[in-house]
């Protein structure tokens, strides 16, 4: 498995409204001229109010979902008030447990 991981800065305004869009983004079909590729397996958005940052997570089954999955995120446009792109990293996940009880 494979992960996709983009860092954003700067965001303002209202929170709660673009955390619903990302779900509605998620939920739905992509925008006309945008494919949505295959082996897409856990989409998570991950955000700190108070600084105004957050980062977006998308894992992938193995590397051409990774490529594909990063050629349709760069083709997307940005929700109003989610800052600015700061970094995107693409890491292979190694290790994946749930601590046992």
């Known amino acids: 498995m494979y992960v996709r991981i983009a860092r954003f800065e700067g965001g303002s305004g209202n929170w709660d409204e673009r955390i619903e869009e990302v779900r509605r983004r998620i939920e739905s079909s992509p925008p006309d ?3 949505r590729p295959q082996g897409i397996k856990r989409a ?3 955000v700190d109010r108070e600084a ?8 992938v089954e193995d590397q051409d979902a990774l490529r ?3 050629e349709m995120m760069n083709r ?6 989610g800052g600015s792109r700061t970094s995107v ?3 292979e996940v190694a ?3 749930e ?3």
């Open 33 to 35: 001229g945008v494919e």
């Open 44 to 46: 998570m958005m991950l």
């Open 52 to 59: 105004g940052r957050g980062a977006s997570l998308l894992f």
């Open 68 to 70: 594909a999955a990063d």
């Open 76 to 81: 997307m446009t940005p929700l109003p008030g």
């Open 89 to 91: 990293e693409m890491y």
């Open 95 to 97: 290790v994946d447990a």
């Open 99 to 101: 601590p046992s009880s």
